[in-house]
């Protein structure tokens, strides 16, 4: 069975997948965390830059850039889409799940433990109606990562989808000499 599914749907529950093998519902409290404002490019924020929170308001603002205007995905036009808002659950999830393939060098949709994106949203706590997934693997920053996606039909679709409300991108390195990026963003339906 292909792990990289181009829609799937299980019982009225949306799923969006989509990963990349190129070179959780929170109150509006406890979504507003008090950061250091920051100013960085997209170019500059590296893998490990992602687990410090004070980035997570650069990148929602780079998406929520991207959603903003009507965008064609491969053969499906998507029109202007509602802001994003960062769910800290969502990041639980996308942050195992990157660690997860990191691990075990792996790419997909499914965990090591055989868990689909719904069972790990569930595990997270993430109280959605559904979700989407990118994941990708060997980009070195935000910018190139988020490049890749766009090019590629599915990817894109996850991002510019109308009805994701929530969202939250994680990565982590595995422990090779070239220490690989592993990438997973998350989109969730609240």
């Not at 992602?50 to 903003?68: C, D, F, M, T």
């Not at 036009?77 to 769910?87: C, D, G, I, R, V």
């Amino acid at each position: 069975m292909n792990q990289c599914n181009l829609f799937c749907s299980l019982l009225g529950f949306i799923l969006l997948s989509a990963c990349n093998t190129s070179a959780p519902t929170a109150t509006p409290q406890e979504n507003a965390t008090s950061v250091a404002q920051i100013q960085i490019e997209t170019t500059e924020i590296r893998c490990q830059d992602l687990q410090n929170p004070a980035y997570q308001q650069v990148i929602i603002h780079a998406i929520n850039e991207i959603r903003q205007h009507p965008r064609q995905c491969g053969q499906q036009h998507f029109a202007a889409a509602a802001p994003l808002t960062w769910n800290r659950h969502l990041y639980q999830s996308a942050f195992a799940h990157a660690e997860d393939m990191a691990n075990h060098n792996m790419l997909g949709h499914i965990s090591s433990t055989g868990l689909d994106l719904k069972a790990r949203l569930k595990q997270s706590e993430f109280n959605g109606r559904g979700g989407g997934e990118n994941v990708a693997r060997g980009q070195k920053n935000l910018n190139e990562v988020m490049s890749v996606w766009l090019t590629s039909p599915v990817h894109c679709s996850n991002l510019m989808h109308p009805k994701f409300t929530d969202y939250a991108i994680a990565c982590t390195s595995d422990q090779s000499a070239k220490q690989k990026s592993y990438w997973t963003q998350q989109f969730g339906v609240r």
